[in-house]
C-alpha cells in the first residue's frame, strides 16, 4: 500500500515568501530609520543655528543597494565630522603651543579662506602691526593702530593728520575656550534605534496585507 500526503498550501514555497516579506520588511525600516536620523540631525543643526550648509553635511546610504536583506544597514554620517562632532561634544580647546587661543572680533574680519583669521594672516593683509596689551582681569589684547571702515573692519589709514585713528582690539587672547555642546545626535540615534523593531511589524504586516 502506497501512502501520498500532500501539503496544502505549499509550507516551503510559504516560508519562501514569509522570508521574501521579512527581506522586504527589514529593508523598508532600515531605509525609514536611516532617512529620517538624517532628517533629525539636519533639523537639529539648523535648530542649534549653525546653518543649511552644516545640515546638509549630513548623509544617509543603505547597504545593500539594489536587493532586500535580513541583513539591510543603513549608515548616517557627517562630510564635516570634525565641525559636526565638536558641536555635539562640546570640548576644551587650547593652543597647539600651550599659550594663547587668539579669537578675532568683528574688527579682525573673516580669513581668506572663510571663517576665522589668524593674527599672521591679518597683519600680512592690512599691512597693521599688532600690539600686546595684557590685562589682569579679562582676556588680554592684540590692538592695532588704524581707521574703521562702514563694516566695523580695521584697516591702515591713510590720513596725514591722524584723523580718524583709533586703537582697535583685533583679537582676544584667552589660555582656552569650552565650546558650548548644541547639539545631541546620540538622542535622535537611540530613538531611531528604539524605533526600529516598530517599524519592521509595521512593514512586514503591510507587506502581508498586501499580497
Do not use: C
Not at 519562501?16 to 529620517?36: D, K, L, N, P
Not at 573673516?110 to 600690539?131: D, H, M, N, V
Not at 584667552?174 to 555642546?181: N, R, T
Request: glycine letters at 10%; zero cysteines; charged letters at 25%.
Amino acid at each position: 500500500m502506497k501512502l501520498k500526503l500532500d501539503i496544502d498550501p505549499d509550507i516551503v514555497a510559504m516560508m519562501a515568501a514569509e522570508v521574501a516579506a521579512g527581506e522586504r520588511a527589514v529593508s523598508a525600516a532600515i531605509r525609514e530609520a536611516g532617512t529620517g536620523l538624517k532628517a533629525a540631525w539636519r533639523l537639529q543643526i539648523t535648530g542649534a543655528g549653525l546653518g543649511a550648509r552644516l545640515a546638509r553635511t549630513i548623509r544617509s546610504e543603505q547597504f545593500p543597494k539594489a536587493t532586500p536583506s535580513l541583513n539591510a544597514a543603513s549608515v548616517v554620517w557627517s562630510n564635516a565630522p570634525v565641525i559636526v562632532g565638536a558641536h555635539d561634544s562640546g570640548p576644551l580647546i587650547r593652543s597647539k603651543n600651550g599659550f594663547w587661543l587668539a579669537i578675532p572680533t568683528a574688527a579682525a574680519g573673516k580669513s581668506a579662506r572663510g571663517g576665522w583669521i589668524s593674527p599672521g594672516e591679518w597683519q600680512r593683509r592690512t599691512g597693521l602691526r599688532l600690539r600686546f596689551i595684557y590685562r589682569r582681569r579679562g582676556p588680554s589684547l592684540l590692538v592695532a593702530e588704524g581707521r574703521l571702515n562702514t563694516k566695523g573692519r580695521a584697516l591702515a589709514s591713510r590720513s596725514k593728520t591722524g584723523r580718524g585713528l583709533v586703537t582697535a582690539p583685533i583679537f582676544l587672547l584667552v589660555p582656552q575656550v569650552k565650546l558650548p555642546k548644541r547639539l545631541d545626535l546620540a538622542r535622535d540615534a537611540e530613538r531611531a534605534h528604539d524605533a526600529l523593531p516598530g517599524l519592521i511589524v509595521a512593514n512586514w504586516v503591510g507587506d502581508l496585507g498586501v499580497r
